[in-house]
């Protein structure tokens, strides 16, 4: 291999998930090198369907993609095929048979009425690693439940600890991006064991297992301390100053983590380091509003470049809320791979997210020389086909 050789270019990865958790966890494996084959129903995923907006502007008669499906299914490759019809079911067998992964994300017991329960996958290939996501996980009382992101984001607790004064969801599916990346590390871990055992294995997560298991010190509040948090706003609720505040313009967001920060943050903003309400996390903690009161009355006198530029210049961490077009043309975030440049073949030149993974060594993003757009519906079909049957 060349020293620019993605390190997962020997894989191959059947794709049968569809929406965003199954793909976004195939994606990530494609981001790292490995050819990914996305299988579609005639239909296609259902993310292409989901916009606006759309990529490009095609006409009735287009190709009609959504911004959704691109951002969860580059690097892969497009079959579509009838699960129930006899000819696409061999095409589907002789995947699985040269696979290295398959990923699905069928509802509980639907790959097995397809004629595809676990035992059959191993038949056909005893090394196959198998990854699977379901909404609340495969077995236990509500095993049957479809998973769709909000509800997880609120059955899994995390509506419980965000917004001010509403249980309010994250900006993007998280429940879904976390279920489709620990999915992705998940499968590579039983790809190592693979090396030792020879066999595939399936594993298993769900988005309710996302959420739960980044609850963090917010779960452990409540499993030791048996506190119930509630809603944390933009403060962190047991760190003081650490959250946003407003200035004489935009806000700005500090994050004092230590009590040598706080020695240094007190009397940059004019406060006393030793007042007894602040002294110490615990009393700043314990009279938060008076701290946020005391810091906004002071950041009013100024806009937020000031005060980003001294406390920077103190070496206390703060930083601003950039909009989405800000990050994107950031120079911080293209110098490190998280933009990529694409070329379409139906919507020409197009800007995509890049992977958040770096290898030393490789100036690629996700190790990839060549990142492929996402594909068209079937765009690979007779590829595929000719592949299987040389």
Request: without cysteine.
């Amino acid at each position: 291999m060349s020293a620019y050789d993605a390190p997962l270019a020997d894989l191959v990865v059947l794709d049968l998930t569809r929406a965003l958790a199954g793909p976004q966890a195939a994606m990530m494996l494609g981001d790292m090198g490995a050819r990914v084959i996305k299988v579609e129903s005639a239909a296609g995923d259902d993310t292409r369907a989901w916009g606006p907006p759309w990529a490009g502007d095609p006409g009735p008669d287009d190709p009609h993609d959504s911004t959704y499906f691109m951002s969860a299914n580059r690097n892969k490759e497009s079959v579509v095929l009838d699960l129930k019809a006899p000819d696409d079911v061999l095409v589907l067998e002789k995947l699985v048979a040269r696979s290295d992964v398959l990923l699905e994300n069928f509802r509980t017991g639907v790959l097995d009425r397809l004629g595809f329960p676990v035992e059959r996958l191993h038949e056909l290939n005893p090394g196959l690693v198998i990854g699977s996501i379901s909404g609340f996980g495969h077995d236990g009382p509500e095993a049957g439940r479809a998973g769709y992101d909000q509800i997880a984001q609120g059955e899994g607790g995390l509506m419980s600890v965000t917004g001010v004064s509403e249980p309010t969801k994250v900006g993007v599916p998280i429940a879904d991006l976390l279920a489709g990346m620990n999915l992705a590390y998940g499968v590579l871990a039983a790809l190592h064991e693979r090396m030792r055992t020879g066999r595939g294995r399936v594993v298993r997560t769900s988005l309710l297992a996302g959420i739960v298991g980044v609850h963090a010190f917010q779960g452990t509040r409540w499993t030791i301390a048996g506190e119930v948090p509630g809603l944390s706003g933009s403060h962190h609720p047991a760190i003081a100053p650490y959250g946003i505040f407003a200035t004489g313009t935009s806000p700005v967001q500090v994050a004092v983590g230590s009590e040598n920060l706080w020695h240094k943050f007190a009397p940059a903003v004019a406060l006393d380091p030793a007042d007894p309400r602040f002294a110490t996390n615990r009393d700043r903690v314990a009279h938060r509003d008076d701290l946020v009161a005391a810091i906004e009355g002071v950041f009013a006198g100024e806009g937020a470049e000031h005060w980003l530029d001294l406390l920077l210049g103190a070496g206390i961490p703060a930083g601003k809320v950039r909009s989405l077009d800000d990050v994107y043309s950031w120079e911080q975030t293209r110098s490190q791979g998280l933009v990529l440049e694409v070329d379409h073949p139906a919507y020409g030149a197009l800007t995509l997210p890049g992977s958040p993974i770096r290898f030393e060594d490789n100036p690629f993003s996700g190790g990839r020389a060549e990142h492929l757009p996402p594909p068209l519906l079937d765009e690979h079909g007779a590829a595929v086909r000719e592949w299987l049957d040389s």
